[in-house]
Nanobody, 126 residues
């Protein structure tokens, strides 16, 4: 079972950038779709972006498209979420997650993911 650890969160002013990293352990990392989700205070966990095992397919939530970029390095076992033009409503705890091995219904569906990191806080000030 893959283990994931997020890092890179912090405090940034609106319009700024942050880079989140998801470090993975386990030999099955290359077989997994990796997703980023975020959870705002008092709200449910929402899809942000995902990347397939071979990096050929990337998917973004409409709210972050054009601002965020997801990438992966299967040699280093890392997935990166580059966040630009940050807005206050991007404030949330960000989680990376590995899928169950097969995506059913939609890559955006959080129940397709069964391994989650501990989360990293992103705060964007106005």
């Amino acid at each position: 079972q893959v283990q994931l650890v997020e890092s890179g969160g912090g405090l940034v002013q609106a319009g700024g950038s942050l880079t989140l990293s998801c470090a993975a352990s386990g030999r099955t990392f290359r077989d997994h779709t990796i997703g980023w989700f975020r959870q705002r205070a008092q709200e449910e966990r929402d899809f942000v972006a995902a990347i397939r095992w071979n990096s050929r397919t990337t998917v973004y939530a409409d709210s972050v498209k054009g601002r965020f970029t997801i990438s992966r390095d299967n040699v280093k076992n890392t997935v990166v979420l580059q966040m630009n033009s940050l807005r206050p409503d991007d404030t949330a705890v960000y989680y990376c997650a590995a899928d169950t091995g097969v995506i059913l219904s939609s890559i955006r569906y959080h129940r397709n993911y069964d391994n989650w990191g501990q989360g990293t806080q992103v705060t964007v000030s106005s």
